[in-house]
């Protein structure tokens, strides 16, 4: 069963605009999720998590339990932004699930 | 310095060999992964270990085995490599904690040829 979907595969938008990657999960319990991001020729870090309520580069993330999402959002995106995003939900606090990833292109 | 290593990054290789990829962490942490990743698809778990002497299949079929002798070495080999393992391995390490995150490697790039 699909436990992490991200529906856009490529996102395109030019600097400065605000910029919203989505993710969807379906789990019963109390999720845990994740950003992570891939910038070019270097390994998949951690962007952000929920429970921390933090700000990362400008990027937050909130939980809708009703509506099952953990959008990734920026108000003003930058070129360096230009990367894969993926969206994780830790399974029962041992497995990682992952989305498709999303290709972020922040043009000049 | 902390980190997860993988080597080799690429391999190359021949239907029918057999070949291991190598993850270390110098992290201390317990829980230990491997992920495989084709281009624009999803990380599918293939194995995890809690600890030494731990290891789990995970959730996608895979025809490699793994190890976890020592605490920082989590090893997968393929008896026979065939061209249907042409992918990206990555190696993952967490620490105890329930909400801790994952730490990747490098990952290893195998193309059987």
């Known amino acids: 069963a699909q436990r992490v979907t991200q529906p856009e595969k490529l996102l395109s938008v030019f600097k400065g605009a605000p910029v919203e990657l989505k993710c969807n999960y379906s789990?019963?319990?109390?999720?845990?999720l994740f950003w992570y991001v891939q910038y070019s020729r270097q390994r998949l870090q951690l962007l952000l998590r929920?429970?921390s309520r933090e700000s990362i580069k400008g990027f937050t993330a909130d939980l809708n339990k009703g509506e099952t999402s953990f959008h990734l959002k920026k108000p003003f995106a930058q070129e360096e932004d230009s990367a894969m995003y993926y969206c994780?939900?830790?399974?029962?606090?041992?497995?990682?699930?992952f989305g498709s990833g999303t290709k972020l292109n922040v043009k000049p | 310095e902390a980190d997860i290593y993988q080597t080799p990054r690429y391999l190359v290789i021949g239907t029918g060999k057999k070949i291991t990829l190598e993850c270390s962490q110098t992290?201390?942490?317990?829980?230990m992964y491997w992920y495989q990743q084709d281009p624009g698809m999803e990380l599918h778990l293939i194995h995890y270990?809690?600890?030494?002497?731990?290891?789990e299949k995970g959730d996608l079929s895979s025809e490699s085995t793994v190890s976890r002798i020592r605490t920082e070495h989590f090893p997968l080999t393929l008896e026979s490599a065939r061209p249907s393992h042409t992918s990206q391995y990555l190696c993952?390490?967490?620490?105890?904690?329930?909400?801790?995150?994952?730490?990747f490697g490098n990952g290893t790039r195998l193309t059987v040829t």
């Open positions: 993952a390490s967490r620490d105890r904690g329930n909400n801790s995150p994952l730490h």
């Open positions: 789990y019963s319990g109390s999720p845990e």
């Open positions: 929920h429970i």
């Open positions: 994780a939900l830790n399974h029962n606090f041992n497995k990682f699930y």
């Open positions: 992290m201390g942490h317990d829980k």
């Open positions: 270990s809690y600890g030494v002497n731990s290891t």
